[in-house]
């Protein structure tokens, strides 16, 4: 089996964090994307986080019944800080994938990716896919990569969060499961 690997905060996960695994699980030939939630991401502050149990849930509603797409929770489940090397090797121990994982990597991250721990070893254990997520251009990236040809989608979790706390439509934006759950639980200052 050929494993994919998406991991985030996915505060909320929402229809551009999907498309973006389907395509690039499409174009390169992968039988199974893994999402990864992220249970305390190091770079970055979780503005409005309901907690890493309740990111869990709203991504496991979102591809309930997709056997292309799988949730594990190996950074919720370890606690603190969630590096991705550590990912990396424990996915890859357990799933037993067909060759080296293939890592997403919107193009938003890759300008910090130096920074990230032991970024040199991702690069060897995973094979870097990067993908658009700001725009068309193609980065810069010193790490070997592979670039992948799809969508945009004007679609983030601020903005989600942003719309659901302004009363401003949002309900299209994330999968029914996950548009339920906020409603159901008045997540992110739902009024």
Not at 12 to 22: C, F, I, Q, R, S
Not at 48 to 54: A, F, H, L, Q, S
Not at 164 to 184: H, K, N
Request: hydrophobic content about 40%.
């Amino acid at each position: 089996m050929r494993l994919l690997l998406l991991g985030g905060s996915f505060n909320p996960v929402h229809l551009g964090h999907l498309v973006m695994a389907d395509e690039v699980r499409v174009q390169f030939g992968y039988d199974l994307v893994v999402l990864v939630p992220a249970s305390s991401p190091p770079h970055k502050g979780l503005e409005g986080d309901p907690g890493p149990e309740r990111r869990l849930v709203m991504l496991r509603l979102a591809v309930e019944g997709d056997r292309a797409m799988a949730v594990d929770d190996a950074e919720i489940s370890r606690g603190g800080i969630s590096y991705t090397i550590d990912t990396i090797r424990d996915l890859a121990s357990r799933y037993r994938p067909e060759g080296k994982p293939g890592l997403i990597l919107g193009d938003d991250l890759l300008a910090g990716f130096p920074s990230w721990r032991e970024p040199e070893a991702i690069a060897a254990e995973a094979d870097l896919i990067c993908a658009r997520r700001l725009s068309a251009a193609r980065p810069s990236f010193p790490f070997p990569h592979r670039c992948a040809d799809n969508s945009l989608l004007p679609i983030s979790s601020s903005l989600v969060r942003e719309r659901v706390a302004s009363g401003g439509a949002w309900a299209y934006l994330v999968p029914a499961g996950v548009r339920d759950y906020i409603t159901e639980n008045r997540l992110y200052g739902l009024r």
